[in-house]
């Protein structure tokens, strides 16, 4: 169902935040998110796809590098490094995004209380 704008109202998170930041403007928010643990929750999931989807780009090409390189020490080089570049970037975002639902259920536990 289309609402005002042209924004779908019927369906997930957008249309729960929709709901949220309206009751926000009207009142008291009747919905158990805040609209700003909302907002956190799409931006975050979408800064760390990005992330994920590079260095796991990254771990590929070593890969490709490693088994087409014919015994070429420079090809194997660079194959780890940036196997290595993708493994360490893997840990700094799985790290990041357990920091970041921390700061969401803080965020959200703030709103409540």
Not at 23 to 30: F, L, V
Not at 34 to 53: D, H, V
Request: proline share 2%; aromatic share 6%.
């Amino acid at each position: 169902m289309k609402g005002r704008y042209g924004v779908d109202h019927g369906r997930g998170e957008e249309a729960e935040a929709t709901a949220a930041l309206r009751g926000a403007r009207e009142g008291p928010s009747r919905t158990s998110r805040s609209p700003r643990s909302l907002a956190c929750r799409r931006c975050l999931g979408r800064a760390t796809s990005g992330g994920l989807a590079t260095f796991t780009a990254l771990i590929l090409i070593g890969l490709l590098l490693v088994f087409l390189s014919n015994d070429a020490a420079a090809r194997k080089g660079v194959a780890l490094a940036l196997m290595i570049a993708g493994v360490i970037g893997h840990c700094t975002e799985a790290f990041s995004m357990q920091r970041n639902r921390q700061y969401i259920e803080q965020v959200s536990s703030f709103r409540h209380s």
